[in-house]
């Protein structure tokens, strides 16, 4: 006989890596890019350096699990504040179209950018 | 299925469920903080929108990069950034704040005390921000 395996215990999982990777690069990626250099706080730095930066592949990599494990996180989470905070539960599986089927619509764009990259 | 659970029976029981208000999480702070915290994750699904402009920005051109700075600089964006950062550092904060409940360590039969824990990871995130500035700005 087959146990029923859940997927939950692999969603918590990615869960509690993308809240470590978010916590992590998301303050400081922000700072730069939301404010630093569009507002000249700081200088910007070059085209030619960034495209080095980002046209590495290990970059690109490690770009694409940022933004992947980063959405899969914030998914997880919304899904549990549509839940909780606003009790609709019997929505749950609108709730998990929605919030797991955009993260995975985003990890695609993410995945498509970064290849086409260059 | 809903005909099924509205069927008339004669003995109905009835059933003790207390209605809860939708702003059940603003009664108490540690409530509201719980709901702020999982409110987070829209502004880093956000943040991963606005990430992901910047590398298709790059990645098409000097000019588009410019565009793209100059987007970033225009208020909307920029107030929208900055309620990003508030809600980014108190999902950051709160998150190191509990890694030692979620990370139990044990050296030998001792139990690592819980502000080491916390410590390590708020080492691991100066590293981390400090290797940040210095692979973009280099």
């Given at each position: 006989?087959?146990?029923?395996?859940?997927?939950?215990?692999?969603?918590?999982?990615?869960?509690?890596?993308?809240?470590?990777?978010?916590?992590?690069?998301?303050?400081?990626?922000?700072?730069?890019?939301?404010?630093?250099?569009?507002?000249?706080?700081?200088?910007?730095?070059?085209?030619?350096?960034?495209?080095?930066?980002?046209?590495?592949?290990?970059?690109?990599?490690?770009?694409?699990?940022?933004?992947?494990?980063c959405l899969l996180h914030a998914a997880h989470r919304f899904?549990?504040?549509?839940?909780?905070?606003?009790?609709?539960?019997?929505?749950?599986?609108?709730?998990?179209?929605?919030?797991?089927?955009?993260a995975?619509?985003?990890?695609?764009?993410?995945?498509?950018?970064?290849?086409?990259?260059? | 299925?809903?005909?099924?659970?509205?069927?008339?029976?004669?003995?109905?029981?009835?059933?003790?469920?207390?209605?809860?208000?939708?702003?059940?999480?603003?009664?108490?702070?540690?409530?509201?903080?719980?709901?702020?915290?999982?409110?987070?994750s829209i502004?880093i699904a956000?943040?991963?929108?606005?990430?992901?402009?910047?590398?298709?920005?790059?990645?098409?051109?000097?000019?588009?990069?410019?565009?793209?700075?100059?987007?970033?600089?225009?208020?909307?964006?920029?107030?929208?950034?900055?309620?990003?950062?508030?809600?980014?550092?108190?999902?950051?904060?709160?998150?190191?704040?509990?890694?030692?409940?979620?990370?139990?360590?044990?050296?030998?039969?001792?139990?690592?005390?819980?502000?080491?824990?916390?410590?390590?990871?708020?080492?691991?995130?100066?590293?981390?921000?400090?290797?940040?500035?210095?692979?973009?700005?280099?």
């Amino acid at each position: 006989m087959m146990a029923r395996r859940s997927i939950e215990p692999l969603v918590w999982i990615l869960f509690s890596v993308g809240g470590v990777v978010a916590a992590m690069f998301v303050p400081v990626l922000l700072f730069l890019f939301g404010f630093a250099y569009p507002l000249g706080w700081l200088a910007s730095p070059s085209h030619a350096h960034l495209v080095a930066v980002v046209g590495h592949p290990l970059v690109r990599v490690l770009l694409f699990f940022l933004c992947t494990l980063c959405l899969l996180h914030a998914a997880h989470r919304f899904r549990y504040t549509l839940y909780d905070g606003l009790q609709l539960q019997h929505l749950q599986e609108l709730i998990l179209l929605v919030s797991y089927g955009g993260a995975i619509v985003g990890s695609v764009a993410a995945g498509v950018i970064l290849w086409q990259f260059g | 299925m809903s005909t099924e659970r509205n069927r008339y029976t004669e003995f109905r029981p009835r059933w003790y469920r207390p209605r809860m208000s939708t702003w059940w999480w603003l009664k108490r702070w540690s409530s509201l903080a719980f709901i702020l915290r999982e409110l987070s994750s829209i502004f880093i699904a956000w943040f991963i929108y606005f990430f992901l402009r910047l590398i298709h920005a790059l990645g098409s051109g000097d000019a588009a990069y410019r565009e793209f700075l100059a987007w970033a600089a225009s208020p909307g964006i920029v107030v929208l950034n900055g309620i990003t950062f508030a809600f980014v550092l108190f999902h950051a904060v709160t998150w190191f704040n509990l890694a030692p409940q979620a990370m139990v360590v044990h050296l030998g039969s001792k139990r690592l005390p819980g502000a080491l824990i916390a410590g390590a990871n708020y080492a691991a995130w100066v590293v981390a921000t400090a290797l940040v500035l210095w692979i973009v700005s280099r």
